[in-house]
Nanobody, 117 residues
Framework: QVQLVESGGGLVQVGESLRLSCAAS????????MGWYRQAPGRQRELVAL???????NYADSVKGRFTISRDYVKNTVDLQMDSLKPEDTAEYYC???????????WGQGTQVTVSS
């Protein structure tokens, strides 16, 4: 079992920044991928950013150049720095963990990000 605890969501104005953090605990193994998904009301959950053991990063096109994902492999944390936030970034953000060769994905409880215009 893997537990994921997120922090850092909130309400900001357009153009401002937020930083999300996620700490993983439990049966952490490698190689794995950790990252962030988001889900807005009435929409499907979508990938925001993902980082794999070894450092490969993937970003949704809508956040490239504005969001930066980073990991601390010692602390088993993953952060998402979100700059130049837009109203369309408003969503519940979920931390994600999965072994690269595993079948089960783990999710955090979610943290709300609201960008007000």
């Amino acid at each position: 079992q893997v537990q994921l605890v997120e922090s850092g969501g909130g309400l900001v104005q357009v153009g401002e920044s937020l930083r999300l953090s996620c700490a993983a605990s439990g049966s952490i193994s490698s190689p794995n991928s950790m990252g962030w998904y988001r889900q807005a009301p009435g929409r499907q959950r979508e990938l925001v950013a993902l980082i794999v053991s070894g450092g490969n990063k993937n970003y949704a096109d809508s956040v490239k150049g504005r969001f930066t994902i980073s990991r601390d492999y010692v602390k088993n944390t993953v952060d998402l720095q979100m700059d130049s936030l837009k109203p369309e970034d408003t969503a519940e953000y979920y931390c994600y963990y999965k072994l690269v060769f595993g079948t089960r994905a783990y999710w955090g409880q979610g943290t709300q990000v609201t960008v007000s215009s």
